[in-house]
C-alpha cells in the first residue's frame, strides 16, 4: 500500500512550531516511505480564516523545506461533496434529523453544568419521528453514533485506546444552514484524498473516536492514526509565546537557518540513539514513527541557538552572505553595497561565521567590513581609543605603509615588532588597533581583519581613528 499523508492546517494565525513540526513529521514519514505528501488548508471557519493566514502557512512550509505533492486542496471548495455525505448517512440510518432549539440546547447544557456531567447532546431526537418536528424549525443532521460497547483505536504512537461509546455523542454533521461541520469535512477529505496515515498532535485524539464512526457508516477503511505529544515549554507547561511559541517566520527573521529548524524540530520527540546533529537527507533515512515518544517534548531556545550555531559554521559562505545581505543593506542604509563588498564578505566569512549563532548576529559582526568611513565606533571602543592610544596609532602607521606584501603574516611581524620596540604587550596595540579597523572591541583575529580591508581601507582607518 502506498503511503499518503497530509498536513491539514487551519488558516487563522501563522504557522506555529507545533504545526511545523507535525508537517515535518508528515514530509519525512511519507519521503520515508516513497509516498505522497499532500496539503489541505482546512478553511471552513470563513470569519476566522484569512488569506494573509493562508500566504503565511505556504510561506513557512516553502521556507522550512517541507514540499508537498499534487494541488494544494482548499476544504471551504468541498462543502457540497461533504453535504453529500452527510445526506448518504442520513438515507443510510446512520444519521438523524434533529430539531431541537437553540433554547433547548441552551438548557441541556446547562443542565449538564448544574448537575456535573459532561456537556453532551442527550439524544432526544434520536428515535422521534420527524413529523412531530416544531414548525420553523430547521433541522441539523446528526451522526446516530453507538450507545453501547467501546471504541477501539490502534494508535501508531499511543498504542491501542479504547473509549467507552457512552461517552461519545451524536456529533453535528450538517448545520441548520446546510454547511457541514469540521469533524465530517476532515473525514470526507481524508478519505477522497486517499489518506493513509493521519498524523497529527494528540489534542485530536478524541476526535479519532467521533471520526471514526463517519467511516464506518460510510463503509471505508480507516486510515492509520499516529497522535503525536504536544510540545511543551522547558518548564514543562503548555507551550506559550513566552516559551518561543511563535511563527516559523519570526524563527527566520530572528535568523535561523531552516536546515537547523528542521534538525530541532525532528528532536522534539523523534529520536535515533544519542545522535543529535541529523541533517535532512539521514533524517528521510531514519525516520518512522516507531521512533516517536508517547511523553511531551520540551522546546528549548538555548538548544535551538546552539544548533543553529553548527549548521552555520557548516553552510556555504556565499549562501550566508546572500542570506544576510537585506540585514546588511539596512546596518548601512543610505548606503548602498557593492559587488567588491559582497566578494570581500566571501572572503571573511570563514572567521565571522565561527563566532555567530543566527544570521542576526552574522551580519552585526559582518558589518564593519563594509560600512563606509568614518567608521561609527562602539561604546568600548571610543573608550578605548584615548589619546597614548591615538598616539599608538599614529605611531604605527609608518611601519604598515612600509610594508610591500599585505598579508595577514606580513601585517602579523610588523604589529610585533612596533609593540616590542614600543615596550608594549602585544594587546596594549593590537586592542586600540581593533577598536580603529572594526569599531568593537571584539572581532575575527585583528591580523585576519587586515589582510581582508587591504592597504588602503586599513590606513585610511587608522588615520581617521588617530585623527
Known amino acids: 500500500m502506498a503511503v499518503v499523508t497530509r498536513f491539514a492546517p487551519s488558516p487563522t494565525g501563522f504557522l506555529h512550531i507545533g504545526g511545523a513540526r ?7 514519514f511519507t519521503r520515508h516511505h516513497g509516498g505522497v505528501f499532500r496539503l489541505r488548508i ?9 488569506q494573509p493566514a493562508i500566504e503565511a502557512i505556504i ?9 508537498w505533492d499534487d494541488e494544494i486542496v482548499y476544504q471551504s471548495q468541498r462543502a457540497e461533496r461533504h453535504a453529500e455525505v452527510a445526506r448518504q448517512l442520513l438515507a443510510a440510518g446512520h444519521a438523524y434529523h434533529c430539531f431541537a432549539t437553540q433554547e433547548e440546547l441552551a438548557e441541556m447544557r446547562e443542565a449538564a453544568r ?13 428515535d422521534r419521528d420527524p413529523s412531530e418536528a416544531p414548525p420553523g424549525v430547521p433541522p441539523v443532521i446528526r451522526l446516530r453514533a453507538p450507545q453501547e460497547g467501546e471504541t477501539v483505536i490502534q494508535d501508531l504512537v499511543q498504542g491501542e485506546v479504547r473509549v467507552g461509546n457512552e461517552h461519545l455523542d451524536d456529533m453535528v454533521l450538517l448545520r441548520a444552514d446546510g454547511t457541514p461541520t469540521y469533524m465530517l469535512s476532515v473525514v470526507v477529505d481524508d478519505h ?15 476526535n479519532a473516536f467521533r471520526q471514526a464512526h463517519v467511516f464506518l457508516g460510510m463503509g471505508w477503511e480507516l486510515p492509520a492514526f499516529a497522535h503525536i505529544p504536544l510540545i511543551h515549554g522547558p518548564d514543562g507547561s503548555k507551550l506559550s509565546k513566552r516559551h518561543g511559541a511563535l511563527g516559523v517566520d519570526a524563527y527566520r527573521d530572528m535568523g535561523y537557518l531552516p536546515e537547523a529548524m528542521r534538525n530541532y524540530l525532528l528532536r522534539l520527540g523523534w529520536g535515533h540513539g544519542d545522535e543529535e546533529i541529523i541533517d535532512t537527507e539521514r533524517a528521510i533515512e531514519l525516520f518512522d514513527l516507531d521512533g516517536v515518544g508517547r511523553s511531551p517534548a520540551r522546546f528549548d531556545m538555548v538548544k535551538l541557538t546552539n544548533l543553529n550555531g553548527h549548521y552555520m559554521r557548516e553552510a556555504e559562505d556565499g549562501r550566508l552572505v546572500d542570506l544576510i545581505w537585506p540585514h546588511l543593506q ?7 553595497l557593492s559587488e567588491a563588498a559582497r566578494d570581500l564578505l566571501v572572503r571573511a566569512m570563514p572567521g565571522l561565521k565561527v563566532r555567530a549563532k543566527t544570521l542576526v548576529e552574522l551580519a552585526s559582526s559582518a558589518a564593519f567590513y563594509v560600512r563606509p568611513r568614518p567608521l561609527p565606533m562602539d561604546e568600548k571602543a571610543a573608550k578605548l581609543l584615548d589619546p597614548e592610544a591615538k598616539q599608538l596609532l599614529r605611531d604605527l602607521a609608518p611601519r604598515l605603509e612600509g610594508i610591500d606584501d599585505w598579508t595577514e603574516t606580513e601585517a602579523e611581524a610588523r604589529v610585533r615588532s612596533f609593540a ?11 586592542q586600540p588597533l581593533r577598536a580603529a579597523l572594526t569599531g568593537s572591541t571584539t572581532s575575527p583575529g585583528i591580523f585576519e581583519v587586515m589582510a ?6 586599513t590606513l585610511a582607518r587608522l588615520r581617521d581613528a588617530a585623527a
Open 420 to 430: 616590542e620596540d614600543q615596550g608594549k604587550k602585544l594587546g596594549k596595540v593590537a
Open 22 to 28: 507535525t508537517a515535518l513529521f508528515n514530509w519525512l
Open 192 to 206: 477522497d484524498m486517499g489518506i493513509t496515515h493521519v498524523i497529527r498532535g494528540d489534542d485530536h485524539l478524541n
Open 452 to 457: 581582508l580591508l587591504g592597504r588602503e581601507e
Open 330 to 336: 539596512a546596518l548601512v542604509a543610505p548606503h548602498p
Open 114 to 126: 448544574r448537575e456535573g456531567r459532561p456537556i453532551r447532546y442527550d439524544g432526544r431526537w434520536r
Open 59 to 67: 510561506d513557512g512550509l516553502s521556507w522550512l523545506g517541507v514540499d
Open 42 to 50: 482546512e478553511d471552513t471557519d470563513r470569519v476566522r480564516s484569512t
